[in-house]
């Protein structure tokens, strides 16, 4: 029960290094679409091939809002993802605690009862 216990807390304080680093790339690709879509809105246009320039502005555009918003919702449900592996952590960080306080109080409670049994085989023994 322990090793499983110890086991999946583990796993649960390596899931969030995971997911803050995706989410990090994800920012990161979030940034350069940004940059990426504001560069192709702010280039100048020549007059003869405008046409053709916008269009291909536009294509570039709308293709990079589309992964941007893509980008977005991946980086919510990562978020999400992080908040839920957070509170299942600290849920077993909740019942270790109790584990461990339990633990305590036996072992208490067993080194009492050692004591006890200690006196009084001592007692018995000096009275013969």
């Not at 990426?36 to 990079?64: N, Y």
């Not at 941007?68 to 908040?83: C, F, N, V």
Request: proline share 2%; charged share 30%.
């Amino acid at each position: 029960m322990c090793e499983e216990m110890k086991a999946t807390v583990q796993k649960c304080v390596r899931s969030p290094r995971h997911s803050k680093e995706a989410l990090n790339r994800l920012n990161q690709a979030i940034q350069q679409l940004k940059t990426e879509v504001s560069s192709a809105q702010s280039q100048p246009r020549e007059p003869e091939k405008a046409k053709d320039v916008e269009a291909l502005r536009d294509v570039a555009s709308s293709g990079a809002k589309g992964k941007l918003a893509w980008l977005e919702a991946a980086l919510q449900r990562a978020k999400q993802e992080m908040a839920r592996q957070l509170r299942e952590y600290q849920e077993l960080m909740i019942v270790k605690l109790g584990l461990d306080f339990e633990i305590a109080t036996y072992r208490r409670l067993l080194e009492g009862e050692e004591q006890r049994l200690c006196l009084g085989l001592g007692a018995g023994s000096a009275g013969k």
